[in-house]
């Protein structure tokens, strides 16, 4: 618990009263850390607020080209992470304890949202940056995921909406030019033709509709395009109401350029330009006209791009030295004391983004989950997710031969009632023999349709993607297979009226390697597929940085268990007591390290203050190596 008195002190909480301050008080915990221990990690999202009560705390950084560099010292009395603690984006740099101990006052962001929750007069008393007012206010979406805020959004600029509107005011003009004609000559005739007073109101009649009808769908138009960037990847939505439903997608990391061009008059006099993103495969690049170009879009892009590459960079670096670091403490430890083997100090495993969540879809409606049960259009089973076609494309290829079983069957019907009496018995039996066999052929060729489309499925599993067709009994057959580190763009589109009241569209899925697009057609709620691709290719990604750091800390542990044999081959250190297991035994069976249940990680947005000259006194630096 902070002292009232202190916490008046801070910005952020200055304009509170005394009652508010009393009841914000206690979430403050006093946590204790060692020499060492990580605070938070670069890229990791914010969720503290934190007061360094006593020791020292190091702020440093990764670039983009993986250079590490210190930024500054902290000393008490030190405050940061209000960006944290209101946004939640990610820190920009990594703080840790450069001192034998550090004690910090924390305040956790789910405990304090949940405080605002329930007191929401609180909440507007607190007193913001504008910085992080600015951020506050960007708009937000449900498409995207923990730790991702948007950092453009915009509309083209408003002179596209302008020449949108240039055909629409030319029928205006002709319409207004034809019914002031016809109002001219009715009036110079005195109605002696009653045909033009009536073509007079109905021109003017359609003027009018004209007018709002064209207007309005023009800005409709126009306000449903959109450009977004965001901290991880960057959006184009194209829509026409109703009509058109496009999106395409494309990951920070996989941006190759940006290109902006402004060749024209009006777009120097209007500071407007052309966007041209290119990506890795330069299979889907996005385009967006009529750009802001106040918004500095291009910079703003690289600013990321370099964001994601220089916390990549972070995270393998912070994971390798926390996983090392844990490893060493199981062959360098202090000697039994009394029979007992001393305890191994507990290592803090820096936290980074927390695990990728299921993106929760739509609720069907009743009839549409008995729908998808009966024709297996998306099965959710554990790890993987199958796809087939949507019922309308079913339809299209049944239709029409089910109508005519329909049709064989009723007229069938229809023509023997009545001639049944008048029929031999030799004719009603080849009657109704060819009648069954017609019945058949169509029966046949529906079935065949029907499982023609049943056997077409798209496959996503936490490490493939799969794209089978197969004909019935197999006369044809093709799988496109690939894995998810291969996918570099995702975008979809539902290309008419149906497919938008229906909900369905066409995945465009880019790969490298060589193996261009996959094409999943007609899938059910393509914006909710194309987010779970991405969720799992993040995951996958995760995963094989996981991996590719296990093998590089057996590696390294290879080289420092080595050097450390080489100081006990000389006396420098005490041996290993005889009961351990031989190095490479360990490093084979170790499994990835997790942190402890009461490790005390709180994690805030950083951003970099002026770098500072470390202070003058006995530097504890050496000490981190086997601490």
């Known amino acids: 618990m902070i002292p009232i008195e202190q916490l008046r002190q801070i910005s952020l909480f200055s304009t509170l009263d005394v009652q508010a301050l009393a009841r914000l008080a206690p979430l403050f915990h006093h946590e204790r850390y060692q020499l060492g221990d990580v605070i938070f990690t670069q890229g990791a999202p914010g969720d503290a607020f934190y007061i360094l ?22 000393k008490p009395p030190r405050i940061f992470g209000e960006t944290s603690i209101l946004t939640g984006v990610h820190h920009d740099a990594t703080t840790d304890v450069f001192s034998e101990t550090a004690e910090l006052l924390v305040l956790h962001k789910d405990e304090f949202d949940s405080f605002l929750d329930g007191h929401p007069e609180i909440k507007e008393q607190l007193t913001i940056r504008k910085d992080i007012q600015e951020k506050l206010a960007k708009r937000t979406f449900d498409w995207l995921a923990p ?54 109101l109905i021109l003017w009649g359609v003027l009018a509709i004209w007018i709002a009808g064209s207007l309005g769908w023009t800005i409709l138009d126009w306000s ?26 494309a990951p920070i990391e996989q941006v190759a350029d940006v290109q902006e061009t402004a060749f024209s008059l009006a777009a120097r006099l209007f500071d407007f330009s052309d966007i041209r993103i290119e990506t890795a495969g330069h299979q889907i690049d996005i385009n967006f006209t009529y750009t802001p170009r106040k918004l500095r879009i291009r910079q703003k892009v690289f600013e990321q791009l370099e964001s994601v590459r220089s916390r990549a ?23 039994a004391v009394a029979g007992q083997a001393a305890p191994v100090p507990a290592v803090r495993v820096p936290r980074t983004a927390p695990p990728l969540q299921p993106i929760r879809q739509r609720r069907r409606s009743a009839a549409g989950k008995r729908l998808n049960e009966l024709l297996g259009l998306q099965i959710e089973e554990k790890g993987r997710i199958t796809w087939r076609k949507h019922w309308f494309d079913l339809i ?16 069938g019907f229809a023509i023997l009632i009545p001639a049944w009496q008048q029929l031999s018995d030799l004719a009603r039996l080849l009657y109704l023999a060819l009648w069954f066999i017609v019945i058949n052929v169509a029966g046949f060729l529906v079935w065949y349709y029907y499982e023609d489309w049943h056997n077409d499925i798209y496959q996503l599993t936490d490490d493939r993607i799969l794209d089978l067709e197969r004909s019935p009994f197999r006369l044809r057959e093709r799988s496109v297979e690939t894995t998810l580190d291969r996918v570099q763009n995702v975008s979809y589109k539902k290309p008419n009226l149906l497919a938008n009241l229906f909900n369905f569209g066409d995945l465009v899925i880019e790969t490298a390697g060589g193996q261009g697009q996959l094409v999943f057609k007609s899938v059910s709620n393509p914006q909710w597929a194309t987010q779970e691709i991405f969720r799992r290719r993040e995951a996958h990604r995760e995963r094989r940085q996981q991996d590719q750091s296990r093998r590089s800390r057996a590696e390294f542990l290879d080289w420092f268990l080595e050097y450390h044999r080489l100081l006990q081959h000389q006396g420098d250190v005490q041996a290993l007591p005889a009961t351990r297991p031989p190095a490479s035994e360990t490093t084979e069976a170790t499994s990835e390290p997790a942190a402890p249940p009461d490790a005390p990680y709180k994690d805030i947005d950083q951003t970099p203050p002026t770098p500072k000259p470390p202070p003058a006194q006995d530097e504890p630096g050496d000490k981190l190596a086997l601490r």
Do not use: C
């Not at 009560?53 to 902290?74: C, F, K, P, Q, S």
């Not at 965001?230 to 395409?248: G, S, W």
């Not at 960079?313 to 202090?334: F, G, M, N, T, V």
């Open 396 to 411: 299209s290829r049944t239709g029409r031969w089910v109508g005519v079983l329909a049709l064989i069957v009723v007229g």
């Open 224 to 249: 449903n395009d959109y450009l977004i960037v965001t901290n991880k990847r960057i959006v184009h939505l194209e829509k026409v109401a109703l009509l058109v439903d496009e999106r395409e997608e």
């Open 147 to 200: 730790g991702e805020y948007v950092v453009v959004h915009t509309r083209r600029h408003h002179l596209a909406l302008v020449m949108m509107l240039r055909l629409p005011v030319l029928v205006a003009v002709g319409l207004l030019f034809l019914a002031s004609l016809s109002s001219g000559f009715d009036t110079v005739t005195r109605g002696a033709f009653s045909f033009l007073a009536s073509a007079s």
């Open 53 to 74: 009560h006593a020791g020292m705390l190091r702020v440093r950084t990764v670039n983009a080209r993986g250079e590490e560099r210190v930024l500054d010292y902290y």
């Open 313 to 335: 960079h972070s995270e393998k670096r912070e994971r390798l030295r926390a996983d090392i670091r844990e490893e060493l403490q199981k062959y360098i430890r202090p000697p």
